[in-house]
């Protein structure tokens, strides 16, 4: 796992509250781990703040899994 999905799995189960277990980076943020908008919105701006980027809305509508915040954050940061 790389630096970048351990920092995103943090956020993630810190708002959620799930278990870092379920965490996968296949899980979609609202079917597996049961975010709803709001939480998403949340996480979003956590993650801008704890990798100092910036994300769009329209980004946004694309990250829909934690694999897609892992790889749009890493694609952002390079």
Known sequence: MT???TRVKKIVTGYLGVSPSLVAESASFTEDLG??????AEMII???E???IQIEDDAMDSILTV???VK???KTKT
């Open 35 to 40: 975010a709803d908008s709001l939480e998403i």
């Open 50 to 52: 704890e990798f100092d």
């Open 46 to 48: 956590a993650f801008e």
């Open 3 to 5: 630096d970048t999905a």
């Open 72 to 74: 749009f954050i890493e």
């Open 67 to 69: 694999g897609d915040a």
